[in-house]
Each structure stands twice: as structure tokens, then as C-alpha cells.
């Protein structure tokens, strides 16, 4: 190595990766948990959560600043959101091959809910709320989050039934443009 690319000097510290009984801790702290959270994901795969919960550790190995210094004291919501990450990632992956099985094996196996399809829906939802701005989030979560009623939220915004019309559709219009995969008729104007 030559000068400034020690660990923890120049363009290395970039570089540095966590040690491995960093990376055995927090496995032996939150694998349990996670390989459980996993198999929810996966239907009880045992193999596919084992290959997540991997892929789940090697990101965190990758990031060594979120296992020195957790934001709110636990490293543990960081590696549920990694490992869900990952399971999505895994599953558009799938999706994105040709199907391995043919359609007689499909016709015998029961129909599972797709719990991972709908944690990325909901991500990918929650994402584009946060980028509306203020006005429109707060009338989207009246009207559609908690079921309250045009003149309902009119009166809990303070402002006439009109304009909850008006930033009802614009919200609407704003997610439309912002999650075009979910055009099929979800986020109607």
C-alpha cells in the first residue's frame, strides 16, 4: 500500500471494510431475528432465507459506518430494512427470468399471498407520498389513509370541500407521475 492508502487515511478509509468479528457479533446478535423475518418473506424457504440473510450481512459488511454508529441505537431496523431490501431485490430478480418450472408444476403447488410483491409495493407508495408536498400528502391520508369523508377532511384542513377536490386530484395526478407501474387502475383521478 502506498502513502494514503493506510486504513483510515486518504482514499482507504473509503475503502475499509468491517472486521470479521464485527460481522460475527452482529450475526450472532441479530440472525436469529432476521433468518425468522426472512422466512415470513420467502413462505418458509429455508434456503432462499438463508441465501438473504447471507446477502443481508455481506451489505453490512460492505457498510461498516452503520455498524459502528447506529442512527437511533440499534442496529437491528437498519438490517430488517437491508434484508427486506435484499428479499425485494431477490424476488424482482426472479421475476425478470423465464419461469423454471413448467405450468403442470404450477397447477399442483397452492397459491401463496405475495407478501414480498406488496412490501414493495408499499415502499415504492410510501416514497412517492413523501415527495408531495405537504398540502397534498396531508389530504391523501385524510381522505384514502383513514376514510374520512370530502367534507370531513375539509374541515380538518380548514379549508372549503373544493379545494380538498382540487389537491385530491392533483395528489392523484403527482403519484400517477411518480409510480407508473401502478397505473392499472390503483391511482385514479
Same mark, same amino acid.
Given at each position: 500500500? &502506498?502513502? &494514503?492508502t493506510?486504513p483510515?487515511t486518504?482514499?482507504?478509509?473509503?475503502? !475499509?471494510? /468491517?472486521? #470479521?468479528?464485527?460481522?460475527? @457479533?452482529?450475526?450472532?446478535?441479530?440472525?436469529?431475528?432476521?433468518?425468522?423475518?426472512?422466512?415470513?418473506?420467502?413462505f &418458509?424457504?429455508?434456503?432462499?432465507?438463508?441465501?438473504?440473510?447471507?446477502?443481508?450481512?455481506?451489505?453490512?459488511?460492505?457498510?461498516?459506518? #452503520?455498524?459502528?454508529? +447506529? *442512527?437511533?441505537?440499534?442496529?437491528? +431496523?437498519?438490517?430488517? /430494512?437491508? #434484508?427486506?431490501?435484499?428479499?425485494?431485490? *431477490?424476488? !424482482?430478480?426472479?421475476?425478470?427470468?423465464?419461469?423454471? $418450472?413448467?405450468?403442470?408444476?404450477?397447477?399442483?403447488? +397452492?397459491?401463496?399471498?405475495?407478501? /414480498?410483491? @406488496?412490501?414493495?409495493?408499499?415502499?415504492? $407508495?410510501?416514497?412517492?407520498?413523501?415527495?408531495?408536498?405537504?398540502?397534498?400528502? #396531508?389530504?391523501?391520508?385524510?381522505?384514502?389513509? @383513514?376514510?374520512?369523508?370530502?367534507?370531513?377532511?375539509?374541515?380538518?384542513?380548514?379549508?372549503?370541500? &373544493?379545494?380538498?377536490?382540487s389537491? /385530491?386530484?392533483?395528489?392523484?395526478r403527482?403519484?400517477?407521475a411518480?409510480? +407508473?407501474?401502478?397505473?392499472?387502475?390503483?391511482?385514479?383521478?
Amino acid at each position: 500500500m &502506498g502513502p &494514503g492508502t493506510e486504513p483510515g487515511t486518504g482514499s482507504g478509509a473509503a475503502r !475499509r471494510r /468491517t472486521d #470479521a468479528y464485527a460481522l460475527a @457479533r452482529v450475526e450472532r446478535e441479530h440472525g436469529k431475528a432476521l433468518h425468522g423475518f426472512l422466512l415470513g418473506l420467502t413462505f &418458509g424457504d429455508r434456503h432462499r432465507a438463508e441465501d438473504l440473510l447471507q446477502e443481508t450481512l455481506f451489505r453490512a459488511w460492505k457498510h461498516p459506518e #452503520a455498524l459502528e454508529s +447506529p *442512527a437511533h441505537g440499534s442496529l437491528r +431496523p437498519w438490517l430488517y /430494512t437491508v #434484508a427486506r431490501r435484499v428479499a425485494i431485490d *431477490a424476488r !424482482r430478480a426472479r421475476l425478470s427470468r423465464p419461469a423454471e $418450472v413448467g405450468p403442470d408444476g404450477l397447477e399442483q403447488s +397452492p397459491a401463496d399471498e405475495d407478501r /414480498t410483491e @406488496r412490501s414493495a409495493a408499499v415502499l415504492d $407508495v410510501r416514497e412517492a407520498l413523501r415527495s408531495l408536498s405537504p398540502d397534498h400528502r #396531508a389530504v391523501l391520508l385524510l381522505i384514502y389513509f @383513514r376514510g374520512a369523508s370530502v367534507c370531513e377532511a375539509a374541515e380538518a384542513l380548514g379549508v372549503p370541500a &373544493g379545494t380538498v377536490k382540487s389537491r /385530491t386530484y392533483y395528489a392523484l395526478r403527482a403519484l400517477r407521475a411518480l409510480l +407508473p407501474g401502478y397505473d392499472d387502475g390503483h391511482l385514479r383521478a
